[in-house]
T-cell receptor, first 113, second 112 residues
């Protein structure tokens, strides 16, 4: 158990709807990362936070995507106006700044109909 | 831009066989390399982490090696079991220390 939980585990939505995912790391992990994984591919980096500051965003993170970590604890990832191409597994990972290991949660599987 | 390649994409072996999975990366300026296991529809389980200054790491039947100068890593699985069936992913952490860059994985099937 990595101590990283994600909710919901599965989400089915219709195209054009907004969805929000949540990630809860253990309190000691001040870094939090979001990755996206499509079928048959390796995960791709989306963004990461150190405490509440969002320090890096991938070009994959279009304007329809927004991530927050308001108190440096849990994080949310929102997708607005979902498209079928957003269907993927969204993975959250956490770790320590200055450390170098990332611990992954179980992921949220998004299906856009 | 860092690129990570894993060969083979899929592998099917009989139970008991020893096997090697390969990972290569294009930029040797890495902080570390991690091997993960992923079961269908599940998240990632970390298997082994090798720091850039290390040559190998071992855990049970698993042994991972790293040759940073040539941009290569191997994951050796001894005496494979059906329970080892999964996708194995290799990922590198660059010296900037933020993002992991993953390969596309090797899907392993161990037949009883």
């Amino acid at each position: 158990d990595t101590g990283v939980s994600q909710n919901p585990r599965h989400k089915i939505t219709k195209r054009g709807q907004n969805v929000t995912f949540r990630c809860d790391p253990i309190s000691e992990h001040n870094r939090l990362y979001w990755y996206r994984q499509t079928l048959g591919q390796g995960p791709e980096f989306l963004t990461y936070f150190q405490n509440e500051a969002q320090l890096e965003k991938s070009r994959l993170l279009s304007d329809r995507f927004s991530a927050e970590r308001p108190k440096g604890s849990f994080s949310t990832l929102e997708i607005q106006r979902t498209e079928q191409g957003d269907s993927a597994m969204y993975l959250c990972a956490a770790g320590l700044a200055g450390g170098n290991e990332q611990f992954f949660g179980p992921g949220t599987r998004l299906t856009v109909l | 831009k860092q690129e990570v390649t894993q060969i083979p994409a899929a592998l099917s072996v009989p139970e008991g066989e020893n096997l090697v999975l390969n990972c290569s990366f294009t930029d040797s300026a890495i902080y570390n390399l991690q091997w993960f296991r992923q079961d269908p529809g599940k998240g990632l389980t970390s298997l082994l982490l090798i720091q850039s200054s290390q040559r190998e790491q071992t855990s049970g039947r698993l042994n991972a090696s790293l040759d940073k100068s040539s941009g290569r890593s191997t994951l050796y699985i001894a005496a494979s079991q059906p329970g080892d069936s999964a996708t194995y992913l290799c990922a590198v952490l660059e010296t900037s220390g933020s993002r992991l860059t993953f390969g596309e994985g090797t899907q392993l099937t161990v037949n009883p």
